[in-house]
């Protein structure tokens, strides 16, 4: 069985549902996503997927994304610096990250009582959470070792 044979299942019914091709073209570059750790960037992804098939344009790999996130197959995430990201969504549970100002290192984390707090105040407020994003930005222990610091003053 294929590492990722039930999203590229899902992928396909999703294409085929819009009247969409399943072409070689498609599939592998959802293959090469889904394969990917972390958080890619459109570029990243275009640089990997040229490896693997030489004449793909930016503008498909694009759309594929837009695609992936549509069918529930990837979630954008927003880092911070003005660059779209994409994580895996299929069977990747709900996670907040820490991201580094310096190196742009990205950690996901799940705390459940950072999440129980977030549903009192909700229901403090009567608010029903639908969904929600946390980005703690700060530096990670590399950078804060090799940042100099400067004097108070």
């Known amino acids: 069985m294929k590492p990722h044979a039930k999203e590229t299942e899902i992928f396909r019914l999703y294409l085929k549902g819009r009247g969409l091709k399943v072409t070689g073209q498609r ?21 990997k997927a040229l490896k693997r098939h030489p004449g793909i344009g930016f503008a498909t790999v694009y759309r594929i994304l837009k695609h992936l996130v549509s069918c529930g197959l990837a979630r954008e995430v927003e880092l911070g610096d003005g660059r779209t990201r994409y994580e895996p969504g299929h069977n990747h549970g709900h ?41 703690l930005y700060g530096l990670c222990p590399k950078c804060r070792t090799s940042t100099p610091r400067t004097p108070a003053g």
């Open 27 to 47: 599939l592998a570059l959802a293959e090469v996503f889904l394969s990917s750790d972390g958080h890619q960037s459109a570029e990243a992804l275009h640089a």
């Open 95 to 135: 996670h907040d990250h820490l991201i580094c100002t310096s190196c742009g290192r990205c950690v996901e984390f799940l705390n459940p009582r950072i999440e129980m707090l977030q549903d009192k105040v909700a229901a403090a407020h009567r608010f029903k959470i639908v969904s929600h994003r946390m980005i």
